[in-house]
C-alpha cells in the first residue's frame, strides 16, 4: 500500500528539497570562482518556501501523515517559518565574507541549506526515527561548515571538535531512545505519551530519559556539556558562528521541545516528575556559569558563545516551569511556559543574528574579533554603533526591546509555574540577568566612550546583503519590543 | 516481573553463557597444552604478514572511492526491498526510486566534475 501524500502541508520541505539539489548542481555547472549566482538560488529557494509556510498557516488545519510520523500544525508552522528566515538572514551574512574568502563557495551554500532543510524536518518530526534522522541532517553538514577555512589550523580544530561531540551526543541520544522504544513498544512520540500516561515510569524509563536528554544537551551546549562551544565558535567563519548559535541550537531545543511535549509529557503531564529535575539543573548552570565566563572574555566571538550558553539557560527556564507546573496538574499554565520557550527562540534568533551581523561588519575593516576593535565605533560608523547596541541590550533584556518581553515572559512562567523550585529558578535567573548586562554593557562602552584605535577613521563600508540582515535583525528587535502581541500570539497558537 | 525485563534477562543468560564458554575453551587449552614460549609466537598473526609498522601510509585518494563505495553499497540496501515489492509499489515506486537514485548520482557527478575520479 502506498502512503498518503499530502503535497500542502509537504510543500515547504519539497522546495527546500529542490532548492539544495539545485545548488549543488549550480555549483559544478557555473565556473567555480564566482557562487553569487549560487547564493541568488539558495535566497530565492528559502524565500520560495516560505510561500507555502504562509498557505498552510492561513489554512490552519493540522495535517499529519505517515502514521502521525511527520506533522504539520501551528508549532511546525512557526518554527519552519522561524528556520527559514534565519536561513536566509545567515545567507545574507555569508555572501561577502564567503565571496572574499579564499573557500570552496558554491558548496557553503548546498551545506547551509541541506542543514536548514533538517531543521524543517524536525519541527514536524513526531516519531523518534525521523527525529533523528533530522538532527543527523541538521549536524553533518555544520561540522564541515566549522572547519570551511580549511587552510586555518583554528577553524579545523573548531570542526573536528564538534563533530566528535556531535557524534558522542547521538551515541547518548540514540542509547537512551532504543530504551525508549524497549519501554514503549514504538516510536511514535503520541504512543509513548500514552504509554507514560497509561502504564507510569519504570526506573529504566528515568535512564532514558535522562539519556536522552543529555544528547541534546550537548546540542544546544547547556552546562556542564557546553564546553565544546567557544572553540567551536571561535574557529568557524563568523557566519557559520552566527548560524551554530542561532539555528542549528534552535534545531536542538525544537528536538528537545518534540521529545518532552509529545513524549516524555504524557497525555496529561504525567511523566513531567522525570525530565523537569535534570531541565531544572540544566538551566541554573547553564545560565550561571555561562554568564561568569561571558564576564571574563576579550574576544567579542568567544563572549558571544559564553553568552549563547547563558541564553541558552534562560530559554530552559520556562521549560523546567512546564516540568513544574505539569506535575502540579495545572496544564493550562504548562502549555503557556512551553509558548514561553518557543518565543525566546524566536526573539534570541533575531538579537543574535543582529549582533553578529554587525560584529562580520566591524571586522571587515578591523580583522579583528577583539572586543577592543570595538572602541570609538560610534565616531567612526555611527550607524553600526547604534544598532549594535540595540542587539546588546536587547540581548542584556533591556525595554523596549524584544529581549525583554522574552525575558518577560521567561520570568513570567517561572513564577507562576510557583512553588520552592520556581520561584528558586526565577531567582537565579533575576541574578543571572544582573551579571549579563555587564558584559553586553562592556561592549557598549567601547563603542561610545572610547577613542578609535586606528588611523583609519573613515566610516566601514557595508555591503548590500548585511545591510539586509541588518535591516531585518533590527526590525524584528524594535519591532517585536514595541509591540510583543506579535509573537505573543505566536507562541498561544503553538501548543 | 513485566515482559520487557524477561527479555532483558535472556540476554544476561546469554552473556554469562559467552564468557562461560570462550573461559572454558581458553582454560582447557591451558591446561593441556605444553608450554614452550618464543618471542615470534607472540606476535600478533595478520595473514602471515609482518603486522608491523602499524600505521603504514595509505594514499589519501582511497578515502574518496572508499566513500563513493559506501554510498552505493547503501543504495543497494534500500533498493532491495523496493524491489521484492516493486509490483505492490506501481508507478509511485517506480518514481520515487528513480528521484532516490538521481539524488545519489548527482553527488557523483558532483565528483566527477570536480576532476577527483582521476587517480593523476
Redesign the interface.
Known amino acids: ?2 502512503p498518503v501524500f499530502d503535497w500542502h502541508a509537504l510543500a515547504p520541505d519539497v522546495v527546500l528539497a529542490a532548492t539544495v ?1 539545485l545548488t ?2 549550480a ?3 557555473l565556473p567555480d570562482r564566482d557562487a553569487t549566482q549560487v547564493s541568488r538560488i539558495a535566497a530565492i529557494g528559502v524565500l520560495a518556501a516560505l510561500v507555502p509556510v504562509v498557505t498552510l498557516a492561513n489554512d490552519g488545519a493540522d495535517r499529519a501523515m505517515f502514521d502521525g510520523a511527520y506533522v504539520v500544525d501551528n508549532y511546525a508552522l512557526a518554527l519552519k517559518a522561524f528556520f527559514l528566515v534565519a536561513a536566509y538572514v545567515t545567507i545574507l551574512l555569508s555572501v561577502d565574507y564567503i565571496q572574499e574568502g579564499d573557500y570552496y563557495r558554491g558548496e557553503f551554500y548546498f551545506l547551509l541549506l541541506t542543514s536548514v532543510l533538517g531543521m524543517s524536518v524536525m519541527a514536524s518530526a513526531r516519531d523518534l526515527i525521523t527525529m533523528f534522522v533530522a538532527l543527523e541532517t541538521i549536524s553533518i553538514p555544520t561540522f564541515v561548515l566549522a572547519a570551511y577555512r580549511k587552510h586555518d589550523r583554528v577553524s579545523n580544530e573548531a570542526g573536528v571538535k564538534y563533530y566528535v561531540i556531535g557524534v558522542l551526543s547521538s551515541a547518548l541520544m540514540l542509547y537512551g531512545m532504543s530504551l525508549i522504544f ?2 514503549a513498544g514504538s516510536t511514535r512520540l503520541a504512543e509513548i505519551g500514552a504509554q507514560v500516561s497509561a502504564a507510569g515510569a519504570p526506573p ?1 524509563l528515568a535512564v532514558a530519559v535522562f539519556l536522552s536528554l543529555v544528547g541534546f544537551a550537548f546540542k544546544v551546549s547547556a552546562v556542564p556539556f557546553h564546553f565544546w562551544a567557544p572553540d567551536t565558535y571561535e574557529g568557524a567563519p563568523t557566519p557559520v558562528t552566527a548560524f551554530l548559535s542561532v539555528s542549528s541550537k534552535a534545531g536542538g531545543f525544537v528536538a528537545l521541545l518534540n521529545i518532552v511535549f509529545f513524549g516524555f509529557y504524557g497525555v496529561d503531564g504525567a511523566g513531567t516528575e522525570l525530565w523537569w529535575p535534570v531541565i531544572w539543573v540544566l538551566a541554573a548552570l547553564s545560565m550561571t556559569l555561562g554568564n561568569l565566563a561571558a564576564l571574563r572574555q576579550t574576544n567579542v566571538v568567544r563572549m558571544l558563545a559564553y553568552s549563547s550558553v547563558a541564553q541558552g539557560g534562560f530559554m530552559l527556564v520556562p521549560f523546567a516551569a512546564a516540568g513544574i507546573a505539569g506535575a502540579a496538574g495545572d496544564l493550562g499554565q504548562a502549555d503557556t511556559a512551553f509558548g514561553a520557550v518557543v518565543i525566546y527562540l524566536l526573539v534570541y534568533g533575531a538579537m543574535n543574528l543582529g549582533a553578529f551581523a554587525v560584529v562580520i561588519a566591524a571586522a571587515r575593516r578591523t580583522r579583528s574579533a577583539e572586543i577592543s576593535s570595538f572602541a570609538g565605533l560610534f565616531q567612526t560608523s555611527p550607524t553600526l554603533a547604534v544598532l549594535m547596541t540595540v542587539f546588546m541590550a536587547s540581548l542584556a533584556g533591556i525595554p523596549p526591546l524584544a529581549g525583554w518581553f522574552a525575558k518577560f515572559v521567561m520570568f513570567q512562567s517561572a513564577v507562576e509555574a510557583g512553588g520552592a523550585w520556581g520561584i528558586t529558578l526565577a531567582v537565579v535567573a533575576g541574578v543571572n540577568s544582573v551579571i549579563a548586562f555587564f558584559y553586553y554593557a562592556g561592549v557598549m562602552r567601547q563603542m561610545w566612550f572610547k577613542e578609535p584605535a586606528g588611523e583609519d577613521r573613515s566610516e566601514i563600508e557595508v555591503p548590500y546583503a548585511l545591510t539586509g540582515a541588518l535591516a531585518i535583525t533590527a526590525a524584528v528587535t524594535l519591532v517585536v519590543g514595541v509591540y510583543p502581541q506579535l509573537f505573543a500570539r505566536v507562541g498561544e497558537l503553538a501548543f | 516481573m513485566t515482559e520487557f525485563y524477561r527479555q532483558y534477562l535472556a540476554v544476561a543468560v546469554f552473556v554469562v553463557a559467552a564468557f562461560g564458554m570462550v573461559g572454558a575453551m581458553l582454560g582447557l587449552a591451558r591446561l593441556l597444552r605444553p608450554t614452550n614460549p618464543q618471542d615470534e609466537k607472540y606476535v600478533t598473526y595478520e595473514s602471515g604478514a609482518d603486522p608491523l609498522p602499524l600505521f603504514g601510509q595509505a594514499n589519501v585518494r582511497y578515502y574518496i572511492y572508499a566513500l563513493l563505495f559506501v554510498i552505493f553499497d547503501v543504495e543497494a540496501v534500500f533498493i532491495f526491498p523496493w524491489a521484492i515489492d516493486v509490483d505492490g509499489l506501481e508507478w509511485f515506486g517506480l518514481i520515487e526510486m528513480t528521484i532516490f537514485i538521481g539524488v545519489l548520482l548527482l553527488g557523483l557527478a558532483y565528483v566527477w566534475r570536480k576532476g577527483l575520479l582521476k587517480w593523476a
Open positions: 500500500m502506498n539539489l549543488l548542481v555549483t559544478f555547472l524497549g519501554y529504566l
